[in-house]
């Protein structure tokens, strides 16, 4: 009876999930241009894909630049959502309330309108952001953000946190708001500071969560490709190739080699997946 | 197919000018645009295609609403619904791949010349010979559209647009900079550059296009290297990079420009396509843009788009002048679902309209200052007076007797691994322009590059 109530949704899972994968390994072994998949014929192509990808420096550097973007990304995440869901937390404040609600607006925008937005803001001679370091006297001279090999990386790593941020905060929020308020009672009976109560009761409780935001954020931030196509197209020269912006490239730019696109793609699933799961073993084994 | 086509358009031709002699006959009256009939039916354009669509469609990269008014004239001319899909012109390729993987019906489309051997390869292209009035379209190809279009003997597209590479300068920066006249030599340019900077007339001097693509920096590059003598390829295709090549030297001269060298060059060109490097040119903290397109001048020039409009004026490569050009072209999808509707619907876009005009590139020139792929239309008033609000058409017409189309000094444009070859000149150049590396690395990694682009693309 358990298997037959499962069965919708093991059936949706399999056709929304496992088939796609199933079938990006599928093409990742066969030789896949624009023309085979017009014919509808797929050559069998071995492992040349991936030794095609293998041998590549740029998929090598991309997955580098996808590494520091996401460790990036995802720790900035963690620490600043953690830090403003506790101040959003302080509901005797009015204004806890409003940011509640103002803290959800970049999830709101598209990301690549967010990518756009902060793609302005960057301009060398015209952006916002310089005409304010400027006229505070904080930089003398124009910083070139975007532009700079040095700082792309980064530059780009800051409109994906402002947009991906607020999911996190929400995550947290509903998180500290489970906890039950003896537990801080019985803390602060016990003469534990505010930081001893954050340390050994907040932050153990919130661990789950953060392991959920962890595997989710990261799978996601591996995928960027909205704020780099916006802002950078993976320049300059190589600065911001990412791995899913590798993976495009290959597939959708003439020659179109959608095979080794897919190959790429499923190496970036395989270590998704595999930092997921090491995620959910780590946080789990320490609540244990 | 083909033979049948054209049997059936003969044959609707007759009927077409049976009826047409008839209805003079009858005495009909102008007030009933007979005669407009009587000048369609001078061309293939205006016969009635025998069989029935519903609707068509185009797959284009956007400009301004070209495409809308053109969708509309067919409809209203033809009674057919077009339907169009637009993307801009960096994800053109990758839509219209992925629109014909898809098995999607695809009348008409379009390409840059720098896409189109993929495009062929992949079997997106139709070949167009033994279609009504091919011929008279291929006769009056200028030289660089028949070095686009035309593919081994074969006539596989139209002429969208053309364009040649110029330079462009401030003429007020340069007056209050106190230079006589723009340089004539590279040496005078980085001179007036190196001044105007210390002389505190503008930080950045000078504004290549450099950003990523298919034409804007390879095209700054592939430029500067043809009018100092050199190319990229020879004739054999091998490669023109290695040591002490001018292509090589070039780059280096180019990259002094930049941060690590004498700091001339706006660190925006970096990101600067096209029209926004025209539009960043227009807000008036520049001497100089560096080669591209000559039509930038429409946006550079107008008051709308442009706080210096008027002053932003034209000039020539140094020495012998010589510079690139290029053609775009529409063709004719073989996703397409009614050749002969397919093949109307490519002359409205890239030939004539049903009044035996070239209502679209006469349009693109007036309003958008493009070039024509067409004796005809460059020869007509719409080039002569069409451009004079933007810029010196004389002038630039002469530049434009000294342009070679982009395949003499880049011949790999004619393979499908160009593209890919592309991709990978972006990223190094950029690197060399940033101080990443040098100019020899740069070359030598392109060299090596070379090989590998030849593999990406079997």
Redesign the interface.
Do not use: S, V
């Given at each position: 009876m358990a298997l037959l109530m499962n069965l919708p949704s093991l059936a949706v899972m399999a056709l929304v999930l496992a088939y796609p994968i199933y079938y990006a390994g599928y093409l990742s072994v066969h030789k896949v241009?624009?023309?085979e998949?017009?014919r509808g014929v797929f050559p069998f192509y071995d492992w040349q894909n991936y030794a095609?990808l293998f041998e590549?420096e740029?998929f090598w550097l991309s997955l580098q630049n996808t590494a520091i973007f996401t460790f990036v990304t995802v720790s900035a995440e963690i620490v600043l959502a953690v830090a403003i869901a506790l101040l959003i937390n302080q509901s005797s404040l009015w204004t806890s309330r409003v940011t509640r609600w103002l803290i959800l607006l970049p999830y709101a925008i598209p990301p690549i309108a967010n990518g756009l937005i902060w793609n302005f803001m960057y301009?060398?001679?015209?952006g916002f952001l310089n005409r304010i370091l400027f006229t505070a006297g904080i930089i003398g001279e124009p910083i070139?953000w975007?532009?700079?090999?040095d700082t792309a990386l980064y530059a780009v790593t800051v409109p994906y946190i402002w947009r991906t941020l607020p999911f996190a905060i929400l995550l947290i929020h509903a998180a500290l708001q489970g906890i039950p308020r003896e537990l801080y009672e019985a803390a602060a009976v016990d003469g534990a500071t505010a930081w001893h109560r954050f340390r050994h009761v907040t932050l153990p409780l919130l661990r789950p969560i953060i392991a959920v935001i962890l595997i989710l954020r990261t799978s996601f931030a591996f995928a960027v490709f909205e704020e780099i196509l916006a802002i950078?197209?993976?320049?300059?020269?190589?600065a911001t190739?990412v791995a899913a912006w590798y993976s495009?490239?290959v597939s959708?730019?003439?020659?179109?080699?959608?095979g080794a696109g897919s190959a790429s793609a499923y190496v970036l699933a395989m270590i998704v997946g595999a930092l997921a799961i090491l995620y959910v073993k780590l946080v789990y084994r320490r609540i244990a | 197919m083909v033979a049948d086509f054209t049997r059936k358009w003969e044959f609707s031709r007759r009927n077409f000018l049976r009826s047409a002699a008839g209805a003079a006959a009858l005495g009909a009256a102008p007030g009933l645009g007979l005669e407009g009939l009587a000048h369609a039916a001078e061309g293939p354009w205006s016969a009635v295609p025998k069989s029935k669509v519903d609707k068509l469609n185009f797959v284009v990269w956007t400009y301004g609403d070209i495409y809308s008014k053109i969708a509309a004239q067919f409809e209203k001319d033809w009674g057919v619904k077009v339907e169009s899909t637009i993307s801009s012109f960096n994800d053109h390729p990758t839509k219209l791949v992925t629109m014909f993987a898809a098995g999607e019906k695809i009348d008409v489309s379009q390409s840059s010349p720098f896409s189109f051997p993929a495009f062929i390869k992949q079997g997106l292209v139709e070949p167009l010979d033994g279609l009504p009035g091919v011929a008279e379209y291929t006769k009056d190809f200028t030289p660089f559209t028949r070095q686009v279009a035309v593919v081994g003997g074969k006539t596989m597209g139209l002429p969208y647009f053309s364009a040649v590479w110029v330079w462009n300068y401030y003429a007020d920066m340069l007056e209050k900079a106190k230079f006589s006249e723009p340089f004539r030599t590279y040496d005078e340019l980085i001179e007036q550059c190196v001044k105007a900077k210390k002389d505190g007339i503008a930080r950045y001097p000078i504004q290549w296009v450099a950003g990523v693509g298919l034409e804007q920096l390879p095209g700054t590059w592939y430029s500067l290297t043809w009018n100092r003598g050199g190319t990229f390829f020879d004739k054999q295709g091998k490669h023109q990079l290695g040591p002490g090549s001018i292509a090589r030297e070039t780059l280096k001269w180019w990259a002094n420009t930049f941060e690590k060298g004498l700091d001339i060059a706006d660190p925006e060109s970096l990101k600067v396509q096209f029209t926004t490097s025209a539009k960043a040119f227009g807000a008036g903290k520049n001497l100089y843009r560096g080669p591209n397109h000559h039509y930038g001048l429409n946006i550079c020039n107008d008051p709308a788009q442009s706080p210096i409009a008027g002053k932003v004026k034209v000039h020539g490569f140094p020495g012998d002048g010589k510079t690139i050009g290029v053609t775009h072209v529409y063709f004719l999808n073989s996703a397409h679902r009614d050749k002969e509707w397919a093949w109307k619907l490519l002359q409205y876009l890239g030939g004539r309209t049903k009044d035996g005009n070239f209502t679209q590139a006469t349009n693109l020139a007036k309003d958008a200052m493009l070039g024509s792929g067409y004796n005809t239309v460059m020869n007509s008033d719409a080039v002569a007076k069409g451009w004079a609000p933007w810029g010196d058409t004389k002038k630039i017409l002469e530049i434009w007797s000294k342009a070679s189309y982009i395949g003499e000094p880049v011949p790999s444009v004619y393979e499908p691994w160009h593209f890919p070859w592309t991709d990978q000149l972006n990223i190094e150049v950029q690197k060399t322009l940033t101080g990443q590396i040098t100019a020899d690395q740069c070359c030598d990694n392109l060299i090596k590059g070379i090989d590998t682009a030849k593999r990406a693309a079997r």
């Open positions: 241009g624009i023309a998949i017009r095609r590549d740029l301009n060398f001679q015209f070139n975007a532009g700079n090999p950078t197209q993976g320049g300059p020269g190589d190739w495009y490239k959708f730019a003439p020659p179109f080699n959608i | -």
